[in-house]
């Protein structure tokens, strides 16, 4: 168990709709990052939140947005649903945001499955 | 374009052999971190690599940073079917966490 919680574990929606993940981090850690897991693209970068504020931003569509919250949980709101974007989505934690020792703990993940 | 590129991609090996996972990339990063991820679970990671030809050991995992840090690999010796899974590495630079593709192994008894 790394700490890091993520709800629901599993979500299926149909194209055009809108969902909401929800990540609390690690008692004690300031920053939050999204990742997208697809078979195609293996594990790729979001976002990245620390202490509220955005911090960094990687392939993350348009249709897609993110916040952090004054308690520091993370929310990912995907919109305009597509087929594509059927995937794991994974919520990390870490205490300062970036260097080189910074580990990153990952949640479980949330299945999403667009039909 | 990747900018971690991992090899092999898929590994399937019986019990007690020797395997060794490569991750390569043109761009240097501040450290290489390998992480090991299971079915319907988050990665976890195993090691942080940070300075230029260090090499660090978990047990039956040897872990070696490139001089130029640009590159790692992972050696595992006889291999366990409990070390099934799909290993991945990540490159850090400033905040950013780069993964390459995975190795999918599998350990069969």
């Known amino acids: 168990d790394s700490g890091v919680t993520q709800t629901p574990k599993h979500l299926i929606t149909a194209t055009g709709q809108r969902v909401t993940l929800r990540c609390s981090p690690r008692?004690?850690?300031?920053?939050v990052y999204w990742y997208q897991q697809s078979l195609d693209q293996g594990l790729q970068f979001l976002i990245q939140?620390?202490?509220?504020?955005?911090?960094a931003k990687g392939n993350i569509l348009e249709r897609f947005s993110a916040q952090q919250f004054p308690d520091l949980h993370s929310e990912l709101n995907l919109s305009s649903l597509e087929l594509g974007d059927s995937a794991l989505y994974f919520c990390?934690?870490?205490?300062?945001?970036?260097?080189?020792?910074?580990?990153?703990?990952f949640g479980p993940g949330t299945r999403l499955t667009v039909l | 374009t990747q900018l971690l590129e991992q090899s092999p991609q898929f590994l399937s090996i019986q019990e007690g052999e020797n395997l060794t996972v490569y991750c390569n990339s043109s761009?240097?990063?501040?450290?290489l971190q390998w992480y090991r991820q299971e079915p319907g679970e988050g990665p976890v990671l195993l090691v942080t690599?940070?300075?230029?030809?260090e090499v660090k050991k978990l047990k039956r995992l040897t872990f070696q940073f490139g001089d130029a840090r640009k590159d790692s690999s992972l050696h595992i010796t006889a291999a366990q079917p409990g070390d099934t899974g799909l290993y991945l590495c990540g490159g850090m630079r400033g905040s950013r966490l780069t993964f390459g593709e995975g190795t999918q192994l599998t350990v069969n008894p």
């Open positions: 690599v940070v300075t230029g030809g």
């Open positions: 761009s240097v990063f501040s450290s």
């Open positions: 990390a934690s870490s205490v300062v945001g970036g260097g080189s020792t910074d580990t990153q703990y």
């Open positions: 939140y620390y202490n509220g504020e955005e911090r």
């Open positions: 008692s004690g850690d300031l920053s």
